[in-house]
């Protein structure tokens, strides 16, 4: 398995879960390490914590040795169809990630060798200003729950993620995948239901025929034979 090399032409159409910019310094590597330990126990990813651990830390160090101290960088994190995906950023288009036969004596060149044996593909992507150096790993998830995607369950994601950064002081976690990312997104919506709720009755609605009608709708897009 080879990395790929794309041009980009503009930023890539996925959904960011999580990212955190920093400056290329060794003593970061700890700190990244720790929030993707974070993350991906929140999204209940806790079996891919090592492996994605070890993969931050070699890009982030190939930015430190090849890149330079100090230099500006960011890192994301996605979960999305299936797949976790590590993106690295960093300002330098000229230095690319290289795999090399290291010698079995030899402290350095095997970065992305390790990188290349832990993922199931890794690449970068080159853009005007900026280079992304990305890994996936399978997650053994799929999306919505084994579902085909609901435009409707779309919206409600998005929602839920606005709502988020509204009630910042009682969201520790973005909602996600896996059990306790499940777990984290039930509340939130929970709480979502309830302030809505608290508007329909401020505005002099009645709360129980809302949430019937809401009932009965939801019922009514059930295939035959599920409740």
């Given amino acids: 398995m080879t990395g790929e090399v ?9 959904r960011r879960s999580w990212d955190l910019r920093f400056t290329a310094l060794p003593e970061e590597v700890a700190r990244l390490r720790r929030a993707v330990r974070a993350h991906l126990v929140a999204w209940g990813l806790d079996e891919l914590v090592d492996t994605a651990q070890l993969c931050v830390s070699e890009l982030v160090s190939n930015i430190v040795t090849h890149v330079g101290t100090g230099s500006p ?28 036969d290291a010698e079995v004596d030899e402290e350095g060149g095997r970065g992305m060798a390790l990188v290349d044996a832990l993922t199931d593909r890794w690449g970068v992507q080159l853009y005007d200003d900026h280079k992304v150096t990305w890994c996936e790993l399978g997650t053994g998830l799929t999306s919505m729950a084994g579902t085909a995607v609901d435009p409707s369950a779309t919206r409600a994601e998005a929602l839920l993620h606005l709502y988020a950064t509204l009630r910042p002081r009682t969201w520790n976690h973005e909602p996600g995948f896996g059990r306790v990312g499940r777990a984290v997104a039930e509340e939130s919506v929970i709480d979502v239901i309830t302030d809505f709720l608290r508007w329909v009755r401020a505005h002099g609605c009645d709360v129980d025929e809302v949430l019937d009608r809401a009932q009965s709708r939801y019922e009514a897009t059930l295939p035959v034979g599920r409740g």
Avoid at 73 to 80: N, R, Y
């Fill in 6 to 14: 794309t041009v980009g032409q503009g930023h890539r159409a996925t």
């Fill in 73 to 100: 960088g960011s890192l994301v994190l996605s979960a999305e169809g299936g797949r976790l995906r590590v993106e690295v950023h960093d300002p330098d288009t000229r230095v690319l990630p290289t795999l090399v």
